[in-house]
Every structure is written in C-alpha cells, then in structure tokens.
C-alpha cells in the first residue's frame, strides 16, 4: 500500500454470471487505470467460473466456500493491496469516469477519507427515480444515516485506514450489512458526496437479500444496539434511542398482522422507551 492513487476494487458474487460481466467490462473501462480488480466468488454454482476465466489476464478472482456478502467483501478486503477500496455490486456498473471524478475529489481534499457518488436508478429494466428518503447527504452524516441505509457500497470510496479503525462488515448480519458499516463509519468519519450520477444501481430481481427477509428494520435496531456502546455524546444517544423505539414501533405493529410470529419486539420497545424517557430527564435536569 506505498502508492497513494492505487485503488482496489472489489466486487462480490454469487450466481450473477448474467450479470457479472457487464460489472467487470464497467471498471476495465474507467478511465482512471492505477487500480487492480479483485473478484470473490462467494461459491457459485452457475457459469460465474467461466465468465472470470475470460478475464484471468485483467483481474484477480478466488472462488471460497458460500458465505454471504460480507464473508466476500471482507475477503477482498484482505487480499487488497490498494490504499483505497471502492466496492461494486455484481449487479451494478460503474460509467467510466467513477473513479477519476472520485480520486480528483479527494486530491482536493485530503482530509476526507469517504467518498460516494449520487446513481442512476434501474428497477425491472426501467429507470425510476429515488424517493425523497433516499437522500443522499455529505459531511457529518451520522442523525441521517440512522432511518435507513443512504450510503450505496457501488458507489463508495473508502481509505483502508478506516477499515483499520472502525473494522470491517459484520458477518452475523444475514443482511443490513453495509448499513452497519456506514453507522460505524459516520459516527467517526465524514462522508462527502460527488452530486453526479456515476453508478448504475440494478433491482428488481429475485435474489436480492431485501426481498428474502422480513422486518429488515430488525437488523437495523442490532446496529443501533451495538453503536450505543461506542460512547455515544447523550445527543447521539437520543438520536439512536428516538430511532429505536420508532422502528420497533413499527416492527410490533407489522408484526401483529402477520400471524405465528413470536412477541419479541414489546419488551424491547418498553426497555428502550424508558431509557429514552431518562435520558431525556437527565439532559432536562442539567439545563
């Protein structure tokens, strides 16, 4: 990691040969070109193998046993021997000067370690626009990233530093992953933004991980769960505990509609509405 541009890409995959190539051919064709192109094969069991030996001059690509998403990024992660990391999706692509407006974006600005970049939306093969949750923000981002995951991994630059501090993806979560990455990483680092459209995201198909499990606030309420114990301001606190008791809210009124699933959200809607009321006591005492 002595040269300071040298970026690793690393794109994830598991039974997407459909799509893996469109990925490859997106960044071979940036026309920033001090990077190297890391594919993990997350044990796929259709044509992916084929399509990377195509390619086997061009990238570097292992194949490993299944294991989720983050098993594969954070493989990558440790065979990459760039000072920077940027993360494609199987499924998406990148236009071709991704990394180029990316790494000018950073020479400008050396204290900033995280960058992303805004991105076309294609659902089902038509192009629809973001909904205004979506949003998508730059600096201290922290409050905004709490609701929802507004931070796309296609679309990211991040200095390997930071994965030094913060640590890598958490593979006990089945999904919500990068949504627990970038609450790690706002709470400590800014997150600029480049307004342009410079990644494609694709959706709409089936083995998306959002469409095979239900209430993915869940997971997003184990995230909060774990960043309450990073020595939150009590401003932070309130922050994470206002959207916690929100999103069980929620997850205990969708569960009361579906049947046969266990109670197991009121409890902790009590536990953390009542931390909340004292936090909120405390902070009210002391002005």
Not at 80 to 98: C, Q, R
Not at 216 to 226: A, F, G, L, W
Request: hydrophobic share 35%.
């Amino acid at each position: 990691m002595d040269d300071p541009g040298r970026i690793s890409v690393i794109i994830p995959t598991y039974n997407r040969g459909e799509v893996l190539e469109r990925a490859i051919k997106s960044v071979l064709a940036q026309t920033y070109k001090n990077y190297e192109l890391i594919v993990v094969d997350d044990g796929s069991t259709d044509n992916t193998h084929s399509i990377l030996r195509k390619y086997k001059d061009k990238i570097r690509f292992y194949s490993k046993l299944h294991g989720g998403v983050s098993s594969s990024r954070n493989f990558g992660l440790e065979k990459a021997e760039g000072t920077w990391v940027a993360f494609l999706d199987s499924d998406d692509y990148w236009l071709p000067e991704k990394l180029e407006r990316q790494m000018e974006f950073l020479q400008k600005n050396p204290d900033i370690l995280v960058v992303q970049t805004d991105e076309k939306w294609i659902r089902n093969g038509v192009p629809v626009n973001p909904m205004k949750k979506h949003r998508k923000y730059s600096g201290w981002i922290f409050e905004q990233c709490l609701p929802l995951c507004i931070v796309s991994p296609s679309a990211v630059m991040i200095h390997q530093l930071v994965f030094n501090d913060v640590g890598v993806f958490d593979e006990d979560l089945p999904v919500c992953e990068d949504y627990d990455l970038w609450l790690r990483i706002s709470l400590k680092y800014q997150i600029a933004l480049l307004p342009e459209k410079l990644i494609v995201k694709t959706g709409g198909h089936s083995d998306q991980l959002s469409r095979q499990y239900w209430g993915m606030d869940r997971y997003r309420v184990v995230s909060m769960e774990k960043i309450l114990k990073k020595g939150l301001t009590s401003q932070q606190q309130e922050m994470v505990l206002k959207e916690i008791v929100h999103k069980l809210t929620v997850l205990e009124t969708g569960r009361r509609k579906r049947r046969g699933l266990p109670n197991i959200f009121t409890g902790k809607l009590m536990e953390y509405r009542s931390r909340l009321e004292q936090l909120q006591k405390t902070a009210s005492s002391e002005h």
